[in-house]
């Protein structure tokens, strides 16, 4: 690609100057730039990318745009400038994007944006990125850039401007895939399932694999949006905790502003997966001052176990709360994962260790510094053992009953192991890897671990 072709868009009708200024640069340092207009009061008639055509996109008229309040109007036309990209992206007509704009056109372009696929260069200029980003970056590979102004073309925005055409164009003259890529298995953590993701990740290295570790604080949502970019082809979806976090409103949930669905792409795309309810547990909050007051009333009332019978919920760290699900919880969140998995299209291994989930969820019995809740602690400020089998944790039968009620039976893509193991014992990696090999070797069928040892359903 000698020449990328880049997008420049924003409010054209309010920017006027800088958007043309943009595309002189993105010009002069070698890039094609195409201008798409994403004006909110009035159209203009230079853009290459007409107002018109943009909202066509959705079949939104000009006139509605203009009569809505500003909200409203933002919203139309960051819709339509977002099947807009897409559609050019697919054509061959957008190796790039960059705007340059205050809080509304950043909000508009930024939503264009984050409909691009990763990898795709995306640079916002906007004044305000001393600012908290996170409702415009979503999940999104968005470079934010301070231009110092929302707009005029002085010495000193010239050569922020300057610099960011430049970028943009380098970019998108980077190759998509490196060569010498190896295929990528993703693997979904928390500090509280670490060792048995490390056993996983270590098997598929071994391999010929790169393994990506993802955090379920939020970037559960890059990891499905990666996977239906088809960069990731296998998944340990471990710790799929964002589930219990989005139920619970938790800053740890996927991003308000992602349009996904977090454990779907896998079965859509129909790559081994292995599901296990690591995390599932509890739900990760923010600082103890942020915690919504129902919750604090629940631990006062112990309708959800507080910590050593405080009345307060276990704190992680200055920045983690940490509460534990309560069964109603984990019923609404196993209906999830069943309705979400029930049409799989690749081979699907749900394994639900029936001794606990995390480091947190463990019987003083099983408890060690190694597996991260240390002997003398007494239980870990998860655990709710089950008073018909105490060694089982009381959520896992709950879930084990729900799946066996609403898990489609007839799909030969889905698989249901219990197993009588902990998240963290050495042997359910074991079983996990085991599963995964069987996967990528195309030897593996549904019912096939039905003999091993401490599987139990």
């Given amino acids: 690609m000698s020449k990328p072709t880049i997008v420049c868009a924003g409010m054209c009708n309010t920017k006027s100057a800088e958007i043309r200024y943009l595309a002189e640069q993105v010009a002069e340092h070698g890039g094609e730039p195409v201008i798409m207009d994403l004006s909110l009061g009035a159209a203009v008639d230079w853009a290459d990318i007409r107002l018109e055509e943009v909202l066509a996109s959705t079949g939104t008229r000009i006139e509605d745009v203009f009569a809505a309040p500003r909200a409203s109007a933002l919203d139309m036309v960051g819709h339509a400038g977002a099947v807009k990209i897409v559609e050019l992206h697919a054509a061959g007509r957008c190796d790039g994007i960059i705007s340059w704009a205050g809080s509304v056109g950043t909000t508009a372009a930024t939503r264009v944006m984050r ?9 916002m200029l906007t004044d305000m990125a001393s600012s908290d980003v996170s409702m415009w970056l979503g999940n999104k590979d968005i470079y934010i850039v301070n231009p110092t102004a929302e707009q005029g073309i002085n010495v000193v925005t010239q050569k922020a401007v300057a610099n960011a055409a430049a970028a943009v164009v380098a970019m998108a ?7 010498g890529s190896k295929p990528l298995v993703a693997i979904t953590s928390y500090g509280t399932t670490t060792p048995t993701v490390l056993r996983c990740a270590e098997f598929m290295e071994g391999k010929g694999w790169d393994a990506s570790i993802f955090h379920a604080v939020g970037v559960g949502a890059t990891m499905e949006d990666l996977i239906r970019s088809g960069l990731i082809s296998a998944i340990f979806d471990i710790t799929p905790a964002e589930l219990m976090n989005n ?14 669905e977090r454990l779907t792409a896998a079965s859509a795309m129909g790559i081994p997966q292995i599901v296990v309810p690591g995390g599932l547990d509890q739900a990760a909050l923010g600082p103890l001052h942020t915690v919504p007051q129902q919750y604090l009333d629940d631990l006062k009332t112990e309708r959800r176990r507080s910590h050593r019978g405080s009345g307060l919920p276990y704190q992680h760290n200055d920045s983690v709360t940490v509460l534990p699900a309560t069964l109603e919880e984990v019923e609404q969140v196993s209906l999830e994962i069943a309705g979400k998995l029930n049409d799989t299209r690749g081979p699907t291994a749900l394994i639900i260790p029936m001794r606990g989930w995390s480091a947190y969820d463990q019987s003083e019995e099983l408890a060690t510094l190694q597996r991260g809740w240390a002997q003398g602690n007494g239980d870990g400020p998860m655990w709710q053992p089950d008073p018909s089998h105490p060694t089982w944790s009381q959520r896992a039968t709950l879930m084990l009953s729900v799946l066996q009620e609403h898990l489609n039976r007839e799909n030969p893509n889905l698989d249901l192991l219990a197993c009588d193991m902990h998240i963290l014992d050495p042997e359910l990696a074991n079983l996990l890897t085991r599963c995964m090999g069987d996967m990528l070797d195309h030897t593996w069928r549904k019912g096939i671990y039905r003999d091993v040892d401490r599987v139990i359903a």
Avoid: D, H, N, Q
């Fill in 115 to 123: 409909a691009l696929p990763f990898g795709v260069p995306k640079i």
């Fill in 173 to 179: 003259l980077v190759p998509e895939v490196p060569r």
């Fill in 247 to 260: 139920l619970l409103g938790s800053v740890y949930g996927t991003p308000k502003t992602w349009e996904g």
